[in-house]
């Protein structure tokens, strides 16, 4: 690199560059290949020109505004890649005409006037090359920067300009390689035509060559929009040419085919009922139900609410174990023309209380050994077992009660970030539109499906209604046998599923034990939070299923939107979310609600039948994430704003990134930590409380922190309890951590990157193994937890171990030669309890 001078500087001008690039910002631009430590830089050019006429424009644009042709084209650079990046604060490389290096740093903001931001780079330019003097060695020394050899270790982005007529004189020229390599390198230079030739320089080894061309072209887009409207906010200006928008508006964006829209759930049930009375429906263990025992015991309770005084119309929560008996209730609420609210009964009592009186049931269908649990003074509770003579009663035909399929089906709840859970009601047309002529997944008649997430997770309804739906057989798949790799691979045997879907978390888990765990399935579905790439190619390895479909989809949009066929994978390449499932539209947006190019992170917003209204009660809430489609679409159709964060590859795939607030998918579940912050701080003790999402590995955990009340102490054990009692145990944290203050950023946020890891301390009396089975368990448990090591007294669900953590438990056990099921884990929580039921297999 050339240094312009080699003396110090005065003291005033380093303090000018260390306060002007004080904790500069990396330019998180969307590459196509990950950044991988000690990658090779592969210099690759896409050359463009832009035209005379722009050239004129711009020059006279910038000399109304105190600027140059350079400060113009700054600006517009600067623009697109804040459109790129979704970032607002920017850092740009240059060079003056001795080709010294110089940093342009400046701001964003989406509703800043192109001309008014052009205004304030004139004076950022002005700046620069008053104190263009300090040798940029020095600079970088000053700010501590490590540098890379050959790689500029300030910026990432570099503009350049030789030749302009304006009187310019950052510019040097584009074959200088005296610069240090940047990812990006704009060079412009003066034509004989009045134009600029100019060149994108490269990291071939990051992006593509149809990335690059994209850039460039997107470049004039936006150019040419600035000059026609300069008054406009940048953050609105066109950027994507109209082929490509149409591509992503259309091509890629919607996916309309017809389906049966005006039928409803109990109405293609029955059908099957009719066509195929012997047919087994549902199988829960030993005991198995046809689809004629289904449909009369349906009609019966329906006739048994309706007798009750239930109107149509009316909510219903239904609280019963999993089984033939559940469905069968789920399928009499519908058919009395009312919409049912699962309840699980694991959850606490105030949680089952809050939905029911939320959603002002008119009763709930429950056995009596459940009722204490359902406080709800205006519900009332039907206990079957005291109706079962007319439950059991002469088949009587169903009731009779118009239904459309605009009616609601189910509601399902969430977690709020207000603090308390949200309910969203889903029509019979929003489900029949998932299931009847998907594209996806096409179940027939002969299709054998898996029933086993939690009744209250959105994809039970899906596992439920499918096969039904199909009239293909529904196994119900106890939650033992879900969790264990090796019981789960024998029940697919033994029932010969066809059908399965599985969370993230768990496929990852039982990949890791089997890799060719399914693959005697047609169709093997999986998702709810990003995945393990490495586990997917493990699948495709080892065998895959007939079809492996990744899919992604949140409650308000009626479980699944998008989906992806996996045919290939690797490590190191995220596997997509897909494209839109059948009659579903999705956009990816930036904040302004403008689309967002191939390749650029946006938010994900989905449309079509398959949307809910809105929250039930929640005005505030819908109207911040339902809104009117501002693109072309049916009358009043709305768009769920999802908070996730997502790009479209070049392919047309819909890629995850992230989430776009807080929010967080443990075990497929989504969670507001905002809902379990409020419950810890009810706690006497606590005055405040955080809570994030840790990772360790591929397994994620909830970590909660909290500062106490003046003059008060806390204790985990008895925090986590106060929790349990009142959310689901899939947000109650695994470790709470106490702290004086949380830390902060310099703009007073809380810094969430600097929150302390938990330790992992064990609370038993540390008594140590007594034989060969307690010092294996003890070993695995120390490996799986993460922990030095574990007594023999310690308690795994206290040391932070879950479900999922219980997996892995299993399979190394199995691997150590003992024999223990997910079931054990769960019910014998220390490691003494646990060795007096494993079972050594003698080698």
């Not at 400060?71 to 490389?93: E, I, K, N, P, W």
Request: net charge negative.
């Amino acid at each position: 690199m050339t240094d312009v001078t080699t003396g110090a500087k005065p003291a005033a001008e380093l303090d000018h560059w260390r306060e002007r690039l004080a904790d500069l910002p990396e330019l998180r631009l969307p590459a196509d290949r990950p950044r991988l430590a000690g990658h090779v830089p592969a210099t690759a050019r896409e050359t463009f020109r832009v035209p005379a006429a722009a050239v004129s424009g711009l020059t006279a644009l910038a000399g109304e505004h105190d600027g140059t042709l350079f400060t113009g084209l700054f600006t517009a650079l600067q623009v697109l890649l804040a459109r790129y990046s979704r970032q607002q604060d920017l850092a740009l490389g240059t060079a003056d005409d001795r080709a010294n290096p110089l940093v342009l740093r400046g701001t964003v903001l989406p509703q800043t006037p192109f001309g008014q931001l052009l205004a304030d780079n004139a004076r950022v330019v002005r700046d620069a090359l008053a104190h263009r003097g300090v040798p940029y060695r020095q600079v970088v020394q000053v700010l501590g920067v490590r540098a890379e050899v050959g790689r500029d270790p300030l910026v990432q982005t570099r503009i350049l300009l030789a030749g302009a007529a304006d009187g310019d004189v950052l510019g040097a020229a584009p074959d200088d390689r005296a610069l240090p390599e940047c990812e990006l390198s704009f060079e412009f230079t003066a034509a004989d035509d009045g134009g600029l030739t100019a060149a994108l320089v490269y990291d071939g080894a990051l992006f593509e060559a149809a990335t690059a061309r994209r850039l460039t072209r997107n470049l004039l887009v936006l150019l040419t929009a600035a000059l026609r409207a300069p008054g406009q906010p940048v953050g609105e200006l066109p950027l994507i040419h109209p082929e490509e928008l149409d591509t992503l508006l259309h091509a890629w964006g919607v996916n309309r085919s017809p389906y049966p829209a005006d039928r409803c759930l109990h109405e293609l049930v029955g059908e099957h009922a009719l066509a195929r009375p012997d047919a087994v429906a549902v199988v829960h263990g030993t005991t198995t139900m046809t689809y004629r025992e289904l449909d009369e015991r349906a009609d019966r309770l329906a006739r048994l609410l309706l007798a009750q005084g239930v109107r149509p119309g009316s909510f219903v929560g239904v609280c019963l174990p999993r089984g033939p008996e559940l469905f069968a209730a789920l399928l009499a609420v519908l058919r009395a023309g009312c919409a049912y609210l699962l309840l699980d009964i694991d959850y606490p009592s105030d949680r089952l209380s809050f939905m029911l009186t939320d959603t002002g049931a008119a009763a709930c269908l429950t056995r009596r050994e459940l009722t204490a649990k359902l406080s709800a003074p205006e519900a009332r509770m039907i206990c079957l077992e005291e109706h079962e003579q007319d439950i059991a009663a002469p088949p009587a035909g169903p009731p009779g009660v118009p239904v459309t399929s605009a009616d609601g089906a189910y509601v399902i709840y969430t977690s709020g970030s207000t603090g308390m859970p949200k309910g969203t009601v889903v029509t019979h047309r929003a489900f029949v539109r998932l299931l009847r002529d998907a594209d996806y997944l096409t179940l027939h008649p002969d299709d054998v499906s898996g029933q086993g997430a939690d009744v209250t997770f959105d994809a039970a309804a899906f596992e439920i209604w499918a096969p039904l739906v199909a009239g293909a057989r529904l196994v119900v798949l106890d939650k033992e046998t879900l969790l264990d790799p090796a019981a789960l691979t024998a029940a697919l045997e033994r029932h010969r599923l066809t059908t399965l879907f599985l969370t993230t978390a768990l496929f990852n888990q039982v990949v890791a034990a089997d890799p060719g765990a399914f693959r005697g399935l047609r169709h093997m579905l999986f998702g709810g939070e990003a995945v393990n790439s490495a586990r997917v190619a493990q699948v495709l390895a080892a065998g895959p299923p007939g079809r492996l479909v990744h899919l992604y989809g949140p409650s308000e949009t009626t479980t699944f939107a998008t989906w992806h066929l996996v045919r290939e994978a690797d490590e190191h390449t995220a596997v997509p979310i897909g494209g839109p499932v059948a009659n579903t539209t999705v956009y990816v947006l930036d904040e302004l609600l403008e689309p967002v190019p191939v390749g650029v992170v946006g938010e994900l917003f989905i449309a079509g039948p398959g949307v809910a209204h809105g929250y039930m009660d929640r005005p505030e809430l819908t109207a911040e994430r339902f809104l009117a489609n501002p693109f072309a679409g049916p009358p009043d159709e709305r768009l769920y704003r999802t908070g996730d964060l997502v790009r479209w590859s070049a392919a047309g795939a819909l890629e995850y990134v992230g989430r776009a607030d807080h929010q967080v998918k443990i075990r497929g579940y989504r969670i507001e930590p905002s809902e379990i912050e409020r419950v810890l701080q009810q706690h006497p003790d606590i005055e405040a409380a955080l809570v994030v999402a840790r990772a360790e590995g591929e397994h994620k955990r909830l970590v909660g922190y909290v500062r106490p009340a003046a003059g008060r102490q806390t204790e985990p054990a008895g925090l986590r309890a106060f929790v349990a009692a009142r959310l689901p145990e899939f947000m109650v944290p695994s470790a709470l951590v106490t702290l004086a203050e949380f830390p902060l950023l310099p703009n007073g946020k809380i810094d969430r990157a600097a929150l302390p890891a938990p330790e992992r301390t064990t609370g038993g009396d540390g008594s140590a193994p007594r034989n060969g089975t307690e010092r294996v368990l003890a070993v695995i448990w120390a490996e799986v937890l993460g922990v030095p090591s574990v007594g023999i007294t310690d308690n795994f669900y206290e040391l932070g171990g879950d479900s999922i953590l219980g997996v892995r438990v299993v399979a190394r056990a199995k691997k150590a030669g003992l024999s223990i099921s997910a079931k054990d884990v769960f019910r014998r929580q220390t490691i003494a309890e646990l060795a007096s039921v494993a079972v050594s297999d003698g080698n």
